[in-house]
């Protein structure tokens, strides 16, 4: 086990189950993890990403092959709703 100094650790709430007094632990659903693995593996359970236009911007930046980054002279990084609120950028040489 662990030293007494040392019984911190973290807990991710979504992997922790609680059970109430009495109750008996459920079996693990090896047959679903495995499945869920899998389905992820082969990209048929990503979520759809939810991005504000300034995560696209990044995107599209990161998109552009290494050379076209190199290359890059400027940068438009939106930071508000409205379509006139960005900072424009000077990437330096």
Do not use: H
Not at 44 to 60: V, Y
Request: hydrophobic residues 30%.
């Amino acid at each position: 086990m662990l030293p007494e100094t040392d019984n911190e650790y973290a807990v991710v709430r979504d992997r922790l189950t609680v059970l109430v007094s009495g109750e008996d632990e459920r079996e693990y659903d090896y047959a679903a993890e495995l499945s869920a693995e899998i389905a992820n593996g082969c990209g048929g359970a990503e979520k759809e990403k939810k991005t504000n236009p300034a995560q696209k911007a990044i995107d599209s930046f990161l998109d552009l092959t290494t050379e076209d980054q190199k290359n890059a002279k400027s940068f438009v990084y939106p930071y508000g709703s409205q379509s006139d609120e960005v900072v424009n950028w000077t990437i330096l040489e």
